[in-house]
């Protein structure tokens, strides 16, 4: 994880160019109705804020400059035994931006929308990250927005692991195949054994979409530069035949889908309503 983050620090440092500032203000430090806030940074998983759907759950750090979303699958769905499955940890979305001085910093969940809000600011630049599961379309999307051009490295990647348990996922691990092109980003992730409910990896595919900006893959991961808004919307799947691949099917679902967030989150907001 550590040669991970290097790698994003330096592409980053690499690809910063000088920005300029949005005509639009973004409204950041809100208080959610429903939810809460912390204006400190998490500093273990035990502290992250949770996103979800009930198949579908997302765990978010809130970093800053490194952030790291730990993504979770539900094996299947089978009615009221469901609950009481565990989550598959499947893999992380992991996003570089700029490593500068924060003045203030605030994350919040809103327990209304699902979403989960990480705002933070230096003395020049103001910065929000919004990721929320959507029920309607079973995708994670997560939005960038700043003040000024956008900078950052996206890149999927395994989920983190104690060092007790790194030998025991590397064991039973057939495969990890992690990929990054003209705008994709893909992972799959092969098991030597079955589970319980049948599934034998898992899968992920991310659309990016940008307004303004450029995109170019380096090294596995996608380096934006110049943008005004960075989207991401993410497919994850469980697997129950590894050796046919979703990735396809999972691309023709993700162009489907409307690339603006707040058209997403409408439609995410009116499916929780009739739930």
């Given at each position: 994880?550590?040669r991970?983050?290097n790698?994003?620090?330096l592409l ?12 639009q203000p973004i409204?950041?430090?809100?208080t ?5 806030t ?11 804020m ?11 750090m809130?970093w ?10 539900l094996?299947?769905k089978?009615?009221?035994?469901n609950?009481?499955q565990?989550?598959i940890p499947a893999?992380?979305?992991?996003i ?11 994350r ?11 705002d933070?600011?230096n ?5 929000q990250?919004?990721?929320?599961v959507?029920?309607?379309d079973s995708i994670?999307?997560m939005?960038?927005r ?6 950052c490295?996206l890149?999927?990647a ?16 057939r495969?990890t195949v992690?990929?990054?092109d003209s705008g ?10 079955k589970?319980k409910?049948?599934?034998e990896?898992?899968?992920?595919l991310?659309?990016?979409?940008l307004?303004?900006g ?7 991961l ?9 989207l ?6 469980a697997?129950r ?8 099917k999972?691309?023709?679902s993700?162009l489907?889908?409307?690339g603006?967030?707040?058209s997403?989150l409408?439609?995410?907001i ?6």
């Open positions: 994880m550590n991970n983050k790698i994003l620090v980053f440092a690499l690809s910063r160019m000088h920005s300029t500032l949005h005509a409204p950041v430090y809100r959610p109705e429903k939810g809460y912390k204006t400190q940074l998490a500093s273990g998983w035990q502290g992250a949770l996103s979800g759907n009930g198949s579908t759950g997302a765990l978010v809130g800053p400059d490194y952030e790291t979303i730990l993504l979770a699958v094996p299947e089978d009615g009221y035994d609950m009481r565990p989550f893999f992380s979305l992991i570089g931006q700029q490593q500068e001085d924060i003045r203030r910093y605030q919040s969940a809103n327990f209304k929308t699902g979403e989960v809000t990480v933070w600011n003395y020049h630049r103001l910065f990250r919004r990721v929320f959507s029920a309607a994670l999307v939005q960038i700043s003040d000024q051009k956008i900078f490295t890149l999927l395994p989920p983190p692991a104690e060092p007790s348990d790194k030998k025991i996922i590397t064991d039973g691990t495969e992690v990929k990054a994709w980003l893909s992972f799959r992730c092969g098991w030597k054994e589970n409910k049948g599934q990896g898992v899968e992920g991310g659309r990016l979409i307004k303004g450029r995109v170019k893959t380096e090294n596995g996608l380096t934006v530069t110049d943008a005004d808004e960075v991401l919307l993410v497919k994850i799947s697997s035949n590894y050796d046919v691949p979703q990735l396809e999972m691309k023709q993700l489907s889908k409307p603006n967030y707040d997403l409408q439609r995410h009116k499916k929780n309503l009739k739930m």
